[in-house]
């Protein structure tokens, strides 16, 4: 199976700032078929990102997804206080569909 | 717009069958576009795709589970199911469905969740 690895594992930022995750995988992502979720306390995930690249539909522009092939990148540019929460990556492109272990963004 | 819900027992004996059912509203589960699967999350750990299926009757499983899951799509009650047989504690996790397009492994909108606990 296709492992995800993400890093940081925690990431400490303050609102305003801009934060960079990284996600990488074990072997090249079919079509590039990348998600990226938020996930909150007692919450469900939220799709973000899919293909990599796209937003979903009223996810704010300041979050955008960019990388191919192994190596992926979701940036938030400027960091509200509704945004620090966990983040995964998932590759959907080949069985089982498989997530990063999360970076959790928190408040420094 | 589309809402998906899980329901099912919260509390499953080890050895025993886990059976959940997720209810979609907003949207019909029938259309080829649309693949429905089920993701586990054990408490304060990842995320694991259990599997997935397609009202063809296709199925999709995670190999780790693939034995001991059942995934089922009923289009005429508009809901899909997961079955996981010989459950055991570790099994415990928040268990969500979901709705994915572009392949069976896709995840991109989630229900609620539902919290099973395996134990006697």
């Known amino acids: 199976e296709v492992v995800m690895t993400q890093s940081p594992g925690t990431l400490s930022s303050s609102p305003g700032e801009r934060a960079t995750l990284s996600c990488r995988a074990s072997q090249s992502v079919s079509n590039n078929y990348l998600a990226w979720f938020q996930q909150k306390p007692g919450q469900a995930p939220r799709l973000l990102i899919y293909?990599?690249?796209n937003r979903d539909v009223g996810i704010p522009d300041r979050f955008s997804g960019s990388g191919s092939g192994t190596d992926f990148t979701l940036t938030i540019s400027r960091l509200e206080p509704e945004d620090f929460a966990v983040y995964y990556c998932?590759?959907?492109?080949?069985?089982?569909?498989?997530f990063g272990q999360g970076t959790k963004l928190e408040i420094k | 717009q589309v809402q998906m819900q899980e329901s099912g027992p919260g509390l499953v004996k080890p050895s025993e069958t886990l059976s959940l059912t997720c209810t979609v509203s907003?949207?019909?589960?029938?259309?080829?576009?649309?693949?429905w699967g089920w993701i586990r999350q054990p408490p304060g750990k990842g995320l694991e795709w259990i599997g997935s299926g397609h009202e063809s009757g296709s199925t999709y499983y995670n190999p780790s589970l693939k034995s001991r899951v059942t995934i089922s799509v009923d289009t005429s009650k508009n809901q899909f199911s997961l079955n996981l047989a010989s459950v055991t504690a570790g099994d415990t996790a928040l268990y969500f469905c979901?709705?994915?397009?572009?392949?069976?492994?896709?995840?991109?909108?989630w229900g609620q969740g539902t919290l099973v606990t395996v134990s006697s």
């Open positions: 907003g949207a019909s589960i029938g259309g080829s576009r649309f693949y």
């Open positions: 998932q590759q959907y492109g080949d069985s089982p569909g498989t």
């Open positions: 979901a709705r994915g397009i572009s392949t069976p492994y896709a995840t991109g909108k």
């Open positions: 293909g990599a690249s």
